[in-house]
């Protein structure tokens, strides 16, 4: 499907209308940092949808009224992400052309911790870009469902790239890989399941709240940074070569070498931004920490306990339903959580 395809068609029939839906959250573990205009990524990135971390949004439509956009998060109304979906309706009105024909009461609200760093943009640009497709399904188009959750992923993809991967559940892949047929820059596409092997099906990501504050550095600050890092253009190489071994490793449940790639796209992320200029640290004490213990109890206990790390000092702690994980429980509750600032943990799953 390209660009075109998504046009919206200009015979529409609007009305005073209320919808609702939910989008999770996810994370990747080949990452997309740095992006060319128009929401291309530099590179194809790979993800993990969450189960439990969620945006639930209802969107009431008022048909004929002046346009403009209310929002509410957690009962509370929030002008400045209202602004941010103003501008956000405008730029896609191309794609669905009614959009701009009424006003929106948005009320939204995450299963998790607003603070906890877990990506709310991606899970709540998801559940809009689904409330919209809902909208447009009444009023104009005739998709089918499989070409609306695409054109849905489209349109997240406009709000924050990475949420037009939590469109689907399991593994996801954004950004066009010659690995992974059917992949676009433009929408995701869901990892065939044929091609994973069943030990990355069941799988726990327990998200440490190293630091519950701001970012220090926002996601378009950072992909920003990318245009001008010298390093740039080797590391979105290394991401697309990436897909190689990522491809052998997901159909033969290679753990060893799955935890080397996951932890080094991690470390790779977080190196892009100390060589920055401006240069940012993202991590902090307990990040480190945190590492440094992991890395150690793997040695010694030889199990499948291993890291990733969004743009923020919160670490992901990933490792599979395979019959070890209340040994890896034990141990994050007893040694990793006293690095968190106050016990804070999410603790989600992702089984497909
Ligand atoms: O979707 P954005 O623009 O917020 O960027 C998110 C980038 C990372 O979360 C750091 C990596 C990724 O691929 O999700």
Partial sequence: MTTQEFLGKQNFTIHTQIVSDSCPSNIALIKYWGKYENQIPANPSISYTLNHCKTNTSMEFLADEPFSVQTFLAGNEEVKFAEKIEKYFKNIEEYLPWILKGKYIIRTENTFPHSSGIASSASGFGAI???????????????????????????????????????????????????????????????????????????????????????????????????????????????????????????????????????????????????SDPAFILMKTGTMEVINKVWDFRREAGLPLFFTLDAGANVHLLFPNNGSEDQIKTFIETELLQHTQKNGVVKDVMTF
């Fill in 129 to 275: 870009a689904k409330c919209l497709m809902k909208l447009d399904g009444i009023f104009s188009n005739e998709l089918s469902e499989e070409e609306s959750l695409r054109k849905a992923s489209f349109l997240a993809r406009l709000g924050s790239g990475s949420a037009c991967r939590s469109l689907y559940n399991g593994l996801v892949v954004w950004g066009t890989s010659d690995e992974v047929e059917g992949s676009s820059d433009l929408f995701a596409v869901q990892y065939p399941d044929a091609e994973i092997h069943d030990i990355f099906k069941n799988f726990n990501d327990w998200v440490l709240l190293i630091h519950e504050g701001q970012k220090s550095v926002s996601s378009t600050v950072g992909h920003g940074l990318m245009n001008t890092n010298p390093y740039a253009e080797r590391r979105f190489q290394e991401a697309r070569e990436n897909f190689v071994p990522m491809k052998e490793i997901l159909k033969n449940g290679d753990m060893e070498r799955f935890i080397k790639l996951v932890e080094h796209e991690a470390l790779t992320l977080h190196a892009m931004m100390m060589m």
